[in-house]
Every structure is written in C-alpha cells, then in structure tokens.
T-cell receptor, first 114, second 112 residues
Framework: EAGVTQFPSHSVIEKGQTVTLRCDPISGHDNLYWYRRVMGKEIKFLLHFVKESKQDESGMPNNRFLAERTGGTYSTLKVQPAELEDSGVYFC????????????FGPGTRLTVL | GDSVTQMEGPVTLSEEAFLTINCTYTATGYPSLFWYVQYPGEGLQLLLKATKADDKGSNKGFEATYRKETTSFHLEKGSVQVSDSAVYFCALSKPGGFKTIFGAGTRLFVKA
C-alpha cells in the first residue's frame, strides 16, 4: 500500500512569489491534515479536511494560505504571496474515519523563501 | 490549551548506551499519547502509542509508559544503535478532536 506522498520535496522561491504544495493521501483515507514545522520548532496543525470539506482550519496562519481538496482526493496548499516567515517543512497526513487518532504522515515539503 | 513539552536536544550517545527522552503534556480529558520518529530524509513515522493511563507502548526496542499522575510519556531504549539517529517527536491527540499536538522534537545522534 502506497503511503502519503507530497510534492515537491523541496521548493525555493523568492519573497512575494506563489508556491503550491500537493499532498496525495493514502487511498481511501477521508481525513487529510496539513501541518508545518518552522525553524526547528514544534510541528503545528494547520487544517483538517474530511473528504472535500474543511473540518477545522483554525491553524491557518493568515489569508495568504489557501488549502483545497477538490473531489476529496489529493489536496493542495497554496501560499500567495510567500513571506520569509513561511519557510519551514510542510507535512501532510491522512487517516481513515475509524481511526482518526492515528495519522500517517508524508515525507514533507521543505519550503525556503528567500 | 493543550501542549507537549519534551527535552531539548541534541542528545548525543555512544552505541549501546541507554536512552531517555523526557516528555510531559498538558491536556484536559483523556488524550492518546504518541512518539513519532523522523529518520534523515524521510517522513514522520509512528514509533509507538498509548491510549490510556498505565498503558505501555513499545516498538523496535523503544518503550514509553503513559503516566497520568505525572502527565508524562518518557521514551526509553536500553541500548541504542547508530541507526536510531533521528528526530523524535512526542505528541498527543484526543477523542473527538482531530489535531495532533506535537512537542518541539529531540534530535538524537548515536556514535559508533
């Protein structure tokens, strides 16, 4: 069974540019989560989808971040315009509806904003 | 609010040494507790978990016991190997809630 995949693995952009991160959850997992780790600090929750619906987006830092999950399969997280403080590692995770306490994580996307 | 605090790293040990990484938590209700590990170049992997007080999670020689009286979930391993070098994250989540709350992570280096 394939795990959670994320693309790209690394992205380096200039301040003010736009970047889109993609996450493909484990097939059949309706729950999809985004987290990020900034500057070696703790991993912080950004938002949670159940299928295509946003269940909880309380962790989204500001309106420069837009997450979508059209069709309830893969998800994208767009940062527009990117700022220096957005640099970090963005993790995606998925779980099925019956075991939401155990989440399976992807390898992360390392974003560097110069 | 709910939070997880774990010991700062990096922790550097020689092969076959004993490992302890301290983790304490603050949470209302009855959280489940987890240790995740991130090996170099890889994603986060669940290492072990415990879902109620006094439960012991174990995997790959690592153990952690859910201590409600001290709100702790310390990670231990009796004899570390070079291949255990990684970043270890303590985390919690709660029934009905969907977030996982993580500690800051502890980087472990094991020298041959």
């Amino acid at each position: 069974e394939a795990g959670v995949t994320q693309f790209p693995s690394h992205s380096v952009i200039e301040k003010g540019q736009t970047v889109t991160l993609r996450c493909d959850p484990i097939s059949g997992h309706d729950n999809l989560y985004w987290y990020r780790r900034v500057m070696g600090k703790e991993i912080k929750f950004l938002l949670h989808f159940v299928k295509e619906s946003k269940q909880d987006e309380s962790g989204m830092p500001n309106n420069r971040f837009l997450a979508e999950r059209t069709g309830g399969t893969y998800s994208t997280l767009k940062v527009q315009p990117a700022e220096l403080e957005d640099s970090g590692v963005y993790f995606c995770a998925s779980s099925d509806l019956s075991s939401y306490n155990e989440q399976f994580f992807g390898p992360g996307t390392r974003l560097t904003v110069l | 609010g709910d939070s997880v605090t774990q010991m700062e790293g990096p922790v550097t040990l020689s092969e076959e040494a004993f490992l302890t990484i301290n983790c304490t938590y603050t949470a209302t209700g009855y959280p489940s507790l987890f240790w995740y590990v991130q090996y170099p170049g890889e994603g986060l992997q669940l290492l072990l978990k415990a879902t109620k007080a006094d439960d012991k999670g174990s995997n790959k020689g690592f153990e952690a016991t859910y201590r409600k009286e001290t709100t702790s979930f310390h990670l231990e391993k009796g004899s570390v190997q070079v291949s255990d070098s990684a970043v270890y994250f303590c985390a919690l989540s709660k029934p009905g809630g969907f977030k996982t709350i993580f500690g800051a992570g502890t980087r472990l280096f094991v020298k041959a």
